[in-house]
């Protein structure tokens, strides 16, 4: 199947997550204009990604806070955007989140913002965001005032039906 722009079949094949490393992490986002400047191997494991080591098609992670977790630095290649990488490395984190028992994810997003919330997530006052949140180092230093705080309510079990994508 292919949608209207004609791009690949989103819903072909569930890519196979790895663990994330560092080098192609940072060169992935630096490429993707996402801030990168705090990444290191602590933080790296709650990262994952598809495609051959050092050259990633897509990546993403989760920064733990507290009860929360900052779901972050979604990116997918350039040449490979369009398949659907994007929607599941989004599920196979909040998968993860879920499973760790988080019950709000939050992320921080200037250009993504109606990607997710076709995902679910929903816009959310900077001022309400919980101090865990607020005092994590992209909240405070690395995201610009103008990006937007996006939350996302996860149930402890996945809904029934729901895809595991
Ligand atoms: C946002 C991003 C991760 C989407 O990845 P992707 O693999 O291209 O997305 P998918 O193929 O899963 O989904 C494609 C759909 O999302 C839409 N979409 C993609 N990027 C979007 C954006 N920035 N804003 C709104 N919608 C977007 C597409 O129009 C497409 O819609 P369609 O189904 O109606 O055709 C990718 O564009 C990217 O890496 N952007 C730069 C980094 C970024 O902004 N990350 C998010 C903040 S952490």
């Known amino acids: 199947m292919t949608n209207a722009r004609g ?18 992490t940072k060169r992935l986002l630096e490429q993707a204009g996402l801030p990168a400047d705090d990444l290191d191997e602590g933080l790296l494991e709650g990262f994952l990604a598809c ?3 050092g050259e990633p098609t897509a990546v993403g992670g989760l920064e733990f806070l507290g009860r929360h ?26 998968r993860r ?5 988080v019950q709000h994810l939050y992320l921080l997003t200037e250009g993504a913002t109606a990607f997710f919330e076709r995902l679910g997530w929903r816009t959310t006052d900077r001022a309400q965001a919980p101090p865990e949140i607020a005092g994590s180092t992209q909240f405070s230093r690395l995201c610009p005032a103008s990006a937007r705080l996006l939350s996302k309510a996860l149930s402890t079990s996945p809904a029934r039906g729901e895809s595991p994508r």
């Open 97 to 101: 989140a879920r499973e760790r028992g």
């Open 69 to 94: 977790a900052l779901l972050r630095s979604v990116a997918v290649a350039p040449s490979r955007r369009g398949e659907g990488l994007g929607q599941q490395v989004t599920r196979e984190l909040e």
């Open 51 to 53: 495609g051959p080591v």
């Open 7 to 24: 791009t690949k079949d989103r819903e072909a094949s569930a890519p196979s997550w790895r663990p994330a490393e560092l080098d192609e």
